[in-house]
């Protein structure tokens, strides 16, 4: 594990220099644990600047905050037109800094309030993006109106998909969340299962999650109030409840939406059952009116979909960020892989390092080549001697259950075990 100097404060007012190479113009935002400002080069051309206040924080939790925040940066370099790109990033007297693309318009609740908004089209690109980050194994995990962004076309991008959107558990964490007012700003927008886990764990982050998210969203963006009710210390409990029940006021949606195009769509996402629920962005984009945008890039993903070696799998979310592991090398004098947390007291074939985390069990899943086609398949659980023991957090591949009678698997395909995405890929 890398040793980090000790962060020093660092604080900026406008007509600073950050870092020596870009001005400060003016201060955009601040949160418990980063600081947004307008900046510019010495070209005059204009970004923004997301300074990680590692001199605020305890210790223990600077590390995990520091590989969310490169998990940002790298996140924000997916080639996609509705995601906000990463321009450079950089350290400050031992604080990181990413400098991204500046979206003059601010975020969509601030726009809505002053402005007309064609929803559909601006759903669409929301779905987009949402789309080209799941394509990439990624869940934004904390979508809602501050987080989509207005470029100055008004083209709708997505942002800050590194450190506010991480697991349920940032919510009690020690020094993560100091304020009352900071929980229930998260909780209006989370699914149940992320609420209330199930099979008493960590419930697996998946594209299902920012589904959810985004018919939270939509839903408070045409009616100007949240889905399940008032929010706030009182009525928290019957909040979740009435999202869990699948509770929520459609006389209000068909009267502010007089179309009907939107309750549909918002029935599907807010279905409390996630196996239930809409499962990915494109079937809800076949679901709104067409329009004449002649965009739509071809997914990220698409260039690894060609087989001409093997099957690798890439860690695409996880601490071992980048890792790749080529299927047929790790096949010894049989056809079966075992995945697992990495744990001196199980052999894995692929050992998933995730420090700490129980979310990942120790014997999670297997992998088995067909010795005829070559295909592969994957099985939630693994064989320990006995009887077929399961994983406690289930394995998924895209949005689907996988059972111990186990489904194929092919490029392009995410497999979640855990908070661990894994993409299958040809090489």
């Known amino acids: 594990m890398p040793e980090y100097d000790i962060a020093e404060r ?17 201060l955009l935002g601040e949160g418990s644990f980063g600081t947004v400002y307008k900046v510019s080069d010495a070209g005059g051309n204009e970004y923004a600047a997301k300074l990680l206040k590692l001199w605020a924080v305890m210790p223990e939790i600077s590390k995990n905050l520091r590989d969310r ?29 990413i400098v991204m693309e500046y979206c003059p318009n601010g975020d969509l609740r601030h726009y809505a309030s002053s402005h007309h908004v064609d929803y559909v089209r601006v759903g669409k690109q929301v779905l987009r993006g949402l789309g080209d980050l799941h394509g990439c194994g990624k869940v934004h995990r904390d979508l809602k109106p501050e987080n989509v962004l207005l470029r100055r076309d008004n083209t709708a991008v997505l942002t800050d998909f590194g450190i506010s959107g991480d697991r349920n558990k940032r919510m009690t964490e020690r020094g993560w969340i100091g304020k009352p007012q900071q929980i229930f700003g998260t909780y209006p927008y989370m699914p149940p299962e992320q609420v209330n886990p199930p099979r008493g764990g960590q419930a697996t982050v998946l594209p299902t999650t920012d589904i959810f998210s985004f018919g939270v969203m939509m839903y408070e963006l045409l009616v100007g109030d949240l889905p399940f009710g008032e929010l706030n210390e009182d009525t928290l409990h019957t ?52 329009d004449p945008e002649a965009y739509r890039q071809e997914p990220v993903y698409r260039s690894f979909m ?12 996880g601490e071992e960020y980048g890792k790749v592991y080529c299927l047929d090398s790790l096949l010894h004098g049989n056809r079966i892989l075992t ?19 129980a979310y990942v069990s120790r014997m999670h899943c297997t992998l088995e080549k067909d010795g005829t086609t070559g295909k592969w398949f994957i099985r939630d659980g693994q064989w320990d001697g006995n009887w077929w023991k399961p994983s406690l957090n289930g394995t998924y591949v895209n949005s689907t259950e996988v059972g111990e009678s186990g489904m194929p698997v092919k490029p392009g395909d995410i497999i979640s075990i855990g908070d661990v995405k894994l993409r299958v890929e040809g090489y």
């Open 306 to 317: 060609n087989v001409r070696t093997g099957i690798l799998l890439r860690v695409m979310q």
């Open 10 to 26: 660092c604080e900026f007012h406008c007509g600073d220099t950050l870092d020596g190479k870009y001005r400060i113009e003016r």
């Open 69 to 97: 925040f490169t998990m940002e940066f790298e996140t924000g370099r997916i080639k996609s037109d509705n995601l906000v790109h990463s321009h450079s990033y950089g350290e400050v007297k031992g604080n990181p800094y």
């Open 239 to 290: 909040y979740l409840a009435n999202g869990k029940t699948g509770k929520w006021d459609r006389d209000a949606l068909r009267k502010a939406d007089r179309s009907g195009v939107w309750l549909p769509v918002i029935e599907g996402c807010l279905v409390p059952d996630f196996k239930k629920r809409l499962q990915s962005t494109e079937e809800i984009i076949r679901m709104l009116p067409c």
């Open 339 to 357: 995945v697992g947390r990495m744990d001196r007291s199980v052999r894995n074939s692929i050992p998933v390092q995730e420090t700490g985390s």
